[in-house]
């Protein structure tokens, strides 16, 4: 068996607890309108390689996964995209004693009931919690989501809840009231991040020859967002093992 990776981080500090290694997976299904990584999206493409022969290239930062509490994401792309070989790779690590995390919208396919056994924690990126406009920010149906985090419930594992925030799109107050109440439904959150909308990538869909589906929107105001990350966190963080 053999999987596509776009590219490694081998000292990630965002995405999970401690110290991490981050593989990017190759392939996305969606087409977010504020994504940064286009060159993410096809499915071809990336760099192939075998479950073996990447979780041998990570162990070699199990010192700094053991000395910070981290251990390994998949992102992408879409990690769900490549199910078969994303559920190798986490089987790999777990029987080498690594936390395991996945970086995800939940669309995708494959046994996800496997994939959870063998995951730690699940980093959930929120397009949006209402159908008209998780499909205007995607171009997809919102079905294929709704179904992975029920499988997430089923499993029990705690998750990290993501959602960007777009000016003119995500960032008024109705809706991030809304999203609260959403969030507040799903099990185990042990945490919300509002990550503020930016363009350092718009460079990308130059190289690609890509329009920008977001040209001329500004970058979201980090410090516009801190009381709400406060609040989201007070009121959704409260049951962490239901």
């Not at 063998?118 to 159908?131: E, G």
């Not at 171009?139 to 809840?161: H, I, Y």
């Not at 107050?173 to 185990?188: D, F, M, Q, V, W």
């Not at 945490?191 to 500004?218: D, F, N, R």
Request: charged share 20%; net charge negative.
């Amino acid at each position: 068996m053999t999987g596509f990776i776009h590219s490694l981080e081998s000292m990630g500090l965002v995405d999970g607890p401690g110290v991490r290694a981050v593989v990017f997976l190759q392939g996305c299904p969606l087409r977010c309108l504020y994504c940064h990584n286009p060159d993410t999206q096809t499915f071809s493409g990336g760099q192939e390689t075998t479950p073996e022969a990447l979780v041998k290239r990570l162990l070699r930062f199990r010192p700094y996964f053991e000395s910070s509490g981290g251990g390994v994401t998949f992102s992408g792309g879409e990690p769900l995209g490549q199910p078969d070989f994303l559920l190798a790779c986490l089987k790999l690590l777990k029987a080498e004693g690594v936390h395991t995390c996945i970086d995800t919208s939940g669309v995708g396919q494959g046994d996800y009931e496997d994939i959870l056994k063998h995951t730690d924690l699940v980093l959930y990126d929120v397009k949006h919690h209402q159908r008209e406009d998780y499909r205007k920010i995607t171009g997809r149906e919102m079905d294929p989501t709704l179904a992975f985090v029920e499988a997430v419930r089923k499993a029990n594992v705690p998750m990290w809840v993501r959602h960007v925030v777009v000016p003119g799109l995500t960032d008024s107050p109705e809706h991030l009231t809304s999203l609260g109440e959403y969030i507040a439904t799903l099990p185990r959150v042990e945490k919300v991040e509002l990550l503020p909308y930016h363009t350092l990538g718009v460079h990308k869909y130059q190289t690609l020859g890509i329009p920008y589906p977001l040209e001329g929107v500004p970058p979201m105001d980090k410090t516009t967002l801190e009381p709400w990350n406060r609040q989201l966190n007070e009121a959704c963080c409260r049951n962490t093992d239901n």
